[in-house]
C-alpha cells in the first residue's frame, strides 16, 4: 500500500485510509426522510360492525385519514377501508379514529400494526408487514404495551 500512495501522491493524488464500517455503523437506526413525531400505528373502526382497520404512517394520522377518504371517494378498490364499505355498506368511523402506537422506526411500526391486524377482527386484507401467529402478535403487543401505555386519542 505504501507504494500505491507514493506514486498518487506524485500525481497529486492524496490517499486517506478508514477501517471500513464497525459494529456501530451495522447497529444503528439509520433515518430516513419522512420520519417524524407524527409516525403512528393506528386504528379506524368500522361504523356499522366490530371490525377495525390497522395502518401504519409516517406521514402523520390527519394526512393519512385524509388519504383513505380521498381512496373512499375514489372507489380505489386497492384499499381494504374501500372494500369493507362497498362489500358491506358500512362507512368508517372517521371520528373514532385513534394512534395507539408512536414510533420512529419503520420496522417496528410495520411490526406492531402486523400484530394488531393478527390479534383483532378486522377490515384489512392483507397480514401487515409479517405474517405473525396469534400467539407471537400477542406477545409482541404486550411488549410495547409495557413500554408504551399512553394510548391518545387523535381526531
Known amino acids: 500500500m505504501e507504494k500505491l500512495t507514493k506514486v498518487l501522491s506524485a500525481a497529486g493524488v492524496h490517499v486517506t485510509y478508514t477501517s471500513g464500517q464497525n459494529i456501530q ?4 437506526e439509520k433515518v430516513v426522510g419522512g420520519q ?3 409516525s403512528v400505528v393506528y386504528s ?6 366490530a371490525s377495525m382497520y390497522y395502518g401504519e404512517t409516517a406521514r402523520g394520522l390527519e394526512r ?23 362489500r358491506y355498506d358500512y362507512l368508517p368511523s372517521w371520528d373514532r379514529t385513534r ?5 420512529f422506526n419503520t ?9 394488531y391486524i393478527a390479534t383483532n377482527e378486522v377490515t384489512n ?29 387523535t381526531r
Open 25 to 28: 455503523c451495522l447497529v444503528r
Open 36 to 38: 417524524n413525531e407524527q
Open 44 to 49: 379506524i373502526p368500522c361504523g356499522g360492525c
Open 64 to 86: 393519512r385519514v385524509r388519504e383513505h377518504k380521498n381512496d373512499l371517494r375514489h372507489h380505489r378498490t386497492m384499499n381494504s377501508l374501500v372494500i369493507h364499505t362497498e
Open 99 to 103: 394512534a395507539l402506537h408512536t414510533s
Open 107 to 115: 420496522r417496528k411500526r410495520k411490526l406492531v400494526e402486523a400484530t
Open 125 to 153: 386484507h392483507r397480514d401487515g408487514f409479517v405474517n405473525l401467529s396469534h400467539t407471537a402478535a400477542s406477545l409482541v403487543l404486550a411488549s410495547q404495551s409495557a413500554r408504551s401505555p399512553t394510548r391518545r386519542p
